[in-house]
């Protein structure tokens, strides 16, 4: 009985975050410095990026996060000849999110576990790697994945910010380390960096992510000479005994009851997602769910809760409350709004517009006027049933209860917590107007916890109810089935869709618009696809030996252009959504990928390890106690090894837990294999709780024995 299943050994998380800069008085001598490597890079220079097309400066290129290339050698003509150009490995076969920056032909990217790369953007050459040596026993400090969504560059640093909640300078010249900080609010809860950090002026700005795991939501700016923080602007309000970070803050704490919400956080995090406005000096982010998704489990039935899922402008130089709008208020459905944020100038109704434009996890397109906050319009932009419409006059959801809200019983709800568009990026292109958006159709049935009284847990999962999945194999191969994502190519103005290109999974990629009418995007199986930006026609495509989930880049050296992704599959579909993101049959490799026009390189052949089922341990639990098993399963396990114990691909499946693993299951889940990415829950549960895990994954065992059997039967017989 053997089956196939990619081995990857570790796990790590990220995100992507940009904003932009105003022009300013440049800190240091600039072209006149010949004598300068390289020349610096600052806010002055990502604020004018059009006017260097050659290079990426920034997560989104230049601060309105368009994502779009003015670089056109490469067209719809000639996209037919892409090749590879080089390809470079990173160390961690686990989910690679970052965008890569590329300044005066060199290439900084992150992998798993925030390892920084410097690589030669024209070969493919290493010029020096920085490992910030993340514990991996804390593997498990995020929702999904070890990852991390690339750096920030700035006056000759490289800035990250590491999955353990450190902010890294380091030098950009030679990989050193120039400081480091802690991120960290100091009260000891769970959280991690994953998105890339922003710099703007002689600051960099730094989201955190954790809603999931009872964190509590903030921006800090942090000096880029010393490291020092110079402020913070909490999201949600903290312990009412002591005085409110922000005045803001005072006026959010009305919209929450009683004591829960800030004893457990409150959640809010600023995972991804940034912009900047150099104009009026405002920052811009999203921000994520409350502690728990639930709302009857956070304690409330129906206050806002601010400043959860929504988009909050603030002065980048002091931190200081804007604006709000909230898109999902009393989010009950883990409604992120952390999808990237895209500025763009704009004629609306005839009037021209600064806008934000925003397509978050809640299915509607929210077009903003980003001077005001004021909603201009929103519309749905993918399978949405939460709420029927946005009131134009209020700017509030109108939301559908009966058919919505799970908190007191199960309900299928679209989209789900994967959302119909999640952190990758989406794109805007400024010659057709349209923007580019990875789509996602995910309905998911979103159930209260079976066990009365919701045992909040630090350092779990946290989401105050169920995901169940049937483990029906059939089932699940129907789920899988209905999943759909897509590249839609929308105009924000219309609010409708111009067109879109179906795929055989959710998950895909991020996307880049260029100036030679093309958009790109990875896809989930495995490759790397060119369309035509207006009418989205395919043109071209190539293998990638992993699912792509990351943002492509361009950029020019030597007079040829390059189209640049991150490879690698992970982050919480494959991992949660193991028994779903299984049937994509994706592998992890994780890897630069490198093309310009007739490029001859080659990608290694992808690795496909077949593992058989090991022998079978004794199942000895009653239903009780596995049914106690499964449900710490779901808190614990689940977000990494996949609901239901089916793995999806990126780290060990556990129905596969081998006799001597078994034997030593206790001390795995106490930490004995935290360097290889096993997060430790020392302390965390009793031994009769590990046991109760360990039998439920034995139940499984059986149940998936069972299921092969069967379908082997018929072979057999031939
Ligand atoms: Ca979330």
């Known amino acids: 009985m053997t089956r196939s299943i990619a081995l990857s050994s570790l796990i790590f998380a990220s995100l992507v975050t940009l904003a932009g800069c105003k022009r300013e008085a440049p800190a240091v001598p600039a072209a006149s410095d010949v004598a300068a490597p390289a020349k610096i890079v600052d806010s002055a220079r990502i604020s004018a990026s059009d006017s260097e097309p050659g290079n990426w400066l920034s997560t989104g290129r230049g601060y309105n996060e368009q994502r779009y290339s003015p670089l056109d050698r490469i067209t719809t003509g000639n996209v037919a000849s892409l090749g590879l150009a080089w390809t470079y490995k990173v160390d961690v076969d686990r989910g690679a999110e970052a965008t890569p920056v590329v300044a005066d032909g060199v290439m900084y990217t992150t992998g798993a576990y925030s390892i920084v790369y410097a690589i030669n953007a024209k ?312 923007v580019y958006i990875p789509v996602q159709d995910v309905a998911s049935l979103m159930a209260p916890h079976k066990a009365p009284g919701f045992d909040n847990r630090e350092g779990v999962w946290n989401i105050g109810g169920d995901l169940p999945l049937p483990d029906d194999d059939k089932v699940i191969a129907q789920i899988a089935g209905s999943l759909k994502g897509r590249l839609v190519a929308w105009d924000p103005i219309a609010q409708k869709q111009v067109w879109s290109q179906t795929h055989a999974n959710i998950w895909n990629g991020g996307t880049l618009a260029t100036a030679g009418n093309l958009v790109f995007q990875g896809t989930a199986d495995g490759r790397v696809v060119a369309y035509s930006a207006d009418r989205g026609e395919k043109l071209w495509e190539s293998p990638a030996n992993s699912g792509v989930m990351a943002g492509p880049v361009s950029y020019e050296i030597d007079g040829e252009q390059y189209i640049s992704v991150m490879a690698g599959w992970g982050g919480v579909f494959p991992l949660i959504g193991g028994a779903i993101a299984n049937y994509a049959k994706v592998r992890p490799e994780a890897r630069v990928l490198s093309f310009k026009l007739g490029g001859k390189a080659s990608l290694p052949a992808p690795k496909n390890e077949v593992v058989p089922l090991p022998e079978l341990q004794a199942l000895k639990a009653d239903d009780k106690t596995l049914a106690h098993g499964a449900e710490l399963f779901l808190g614990a396990c689940a977000p990494c090894h996949g609901l239901n114990a089916v793995g999806g691909g990126v780290i060990p499946d556990l129905r596969y837990l081998t006799p001597d693993k078994h034997a030593i299951f206790a001390g795995i889940v106490a930490g004995a294999r935290s360097d290889r990415g096993m997060p430790s829950f020392a302390g965390r549960f009793s031994l009769d709780e590990v046991e109760a895990i360990r039998q439920y994954l034995i139940k499984r065992s059986h149940d998936l024995k069972a299921a092969l059997d069967a379908q082997a039967a018929p072979v057999a017989a031939k």
């Open 123 to 434: 070969s493919g050459e290493l010029l020096w790697k920085y490992d910030p040596q993340i514990n991996r026993a804390k593997s498990g400090n995020a929702c999904c994945d070890v990852v991390n969504r690339g750096v920030a560059l700035g006056h000759g640093k490289v800035f990250v910010a590491a999955f353990d909640g450190r902010v890294v300078a380091i030098n950009a010249k030679d990989g050193s380390k120039a400081w480091e900080t802690d991120a960290s609010d100091g009260t000891g809860r769970t959280f991690a960096l994953t998105g890339s950090p922003l710099l703007i002026g002689k600051r960099v700005l730094v989201g955190s992510g954790g809603a999931e795991f009872n964190a509590r939501g903030y921006v800090s700016a942090f000096d880029i000479d010393t490291g020092k923080l110079a402020w913070r602007f909490y999201t949600v309000p903290g312990d009412p005994k002591k005085p409110d970070e922000n005045p803001a803050l005072t006026l959010a704490r009305k919209t929450w009851t009683g004591d829960q919400y800030w004893q457990q956080g409150g959640g809010g995090t600023v995972w991804n997602g940034m912009a900047y406005d150099p104009e009026t000096d405002l920052l811009y982010f999203g921000t994520g769910n409350g502690v728990s998704w639930n709302k009857l489990e956070r304690g409330e039935p129906d206050g806002d809760n601010l400043f959860i899922s929504s988009i909050v402008a603030v002065k980048a130089t002091t931190g200081e409350y804007v604006w709000h709008y909230q898109e999902t208020p009393n989010d009950n459905w883990d409604y992120d709004a952390c999808a990237n944020i895209v500025l763009a100038d704009v004629e609306f109704q005839g009037q021209p517009r600064k806008v934000l434009l925003h397509a978050p996890k809640n299915g509607f397109f929210y077009v903003i006027d980003r001077t005001s906050g004021r909603l201009l319009s929103a519309e749905k932009f993918a399978p949405t049933t939460w709420a029927t419409h946005v009131d134009l006059k209020t700017g509030r959801p109108v939301v559908d209860q009966k058919v919505a809200d799970w908190s007191k019983e199960a309900k299928i709800v679209a989209p789900g917590p994967f959302g119909a568009h999640n952190w990758q990026p989406m794109s805007f292109s400024p010659k057709t107007g349209l």
